[in-house]
């Protein structure tokens, strides 16, 4: 027990923000299960309602598997939370959104313009720039 | 668009109550499982879920995620609020470019 709190709160916070990071990674291959299935049900039912799609979570693999890995990522944000300040960490969650916009890019093969690029480069800046410490 | 906004509002309670509940977490199960707060919190994040879920089908997928992004916000406030952190210009400067960001990102993608 050599660390000092100063260093175990350095070292809690770096593993909270890892522990967002993997929760973001999982949170954006759930998104795009969810988008496939949630379609699926468009497709399926003319005008879904609240219990069309309280229903599908169970009876469409997309939903249900988006849903499950969803989950996973939930448990994760709350190991993170534990932790670290709610108002940093959620706010990077919006991570999700570059990873689906890769992942989309890759097997979707979605195209990529600069429009796309810029807002990518937006939210990795606005997630770097919340972390700062106000230097006092 | 009223289903997002609700939507995101009722997620960002969750996610106080999710932080609530994960300070109050020991290492058994039943501090789990009785954990009121934790539940409250993963039945809101997954109400929330149901509203975007609903709002996808009806087709409001361009202004839908910078909405739920709106959750960022109130959850900045949340957090002083309910947990006294700090609010620094660099948390409010952080969201205002993920917001931004995220509207871009939606606006090119339709």
Redesign the interface.
């Known amino acids: 027990m050599a660390a000092t709190p100063a260093a175990t709160n350095a070292a809690q916070r770096r593993r909270a923000l890892l522990l967002v990071f993997f929760c973001t990674v999982i949170g954006a291959f759930s998104q795009i299960l ?2 496939t299935g ?1 379609t699926e ?2 497709q399926q039912v003319a005008h ?3 219990i069309h ?2 229903e ?2 169970f009876t469409n693999p997309y ?1 249900f598997a988006g ?1 499950a890995l ?1 989950g996973v990522s ?1 448990v994760l ?3 993170a ?2 932790d670290g ?4 960490l ?2 990077v ?2 991570l999700t ?1 570059v990873w689906v ?1 890769v992942l989309s890019f890759f097997i979707f093969r ?1 195209s990529l ?1 600069p ?2 690029l ?17 230097k006092s | 668009m009223a289903l997002v906004v609700v939507g995101s509002f009722i997620g960002s309670f969750g996610a106080v109550l999710l932080k609530a509940g994960a300070g109050r977490l020991e290492r058994s199960i039943h501090s789990v499982i009785t954990n009121w707060r934790l539940g409250a919190g993963v039945v809101l994040y997954g109400l929330s879920s149901v509203f975007f879920v609903l709002a996808t089908t009806k087709g409001e997928l361009t202004i839908l995620y910078p909405l739920v992004s709106l959750g960022y916000l109130w959850t900045l406030i949340w957090a002083k609020l309910f947990f006294a952190e700090p609010l620094t210009r660099y948390k409010f400067l952080g969201v205002g470019l993920i917001l931004a960001g995220v509207f871009m990102l939606k606006l090119s993608s339709g």
């Open positions: 969810i988008k949630a049900l468009a879904p309602g609240l799609a309280a599908g979570m939903l849903y969803y939930a944000m709350v190991l939370l534990r300040e709610l108002s940093m959620y706010p969650i919006a959104y916009s979605e313009p429009m796309k810029s807002g990518i480069s937006l939210i990795v800046i606005g997630v770097a720039v919340l972390g700062r410490k106000v």
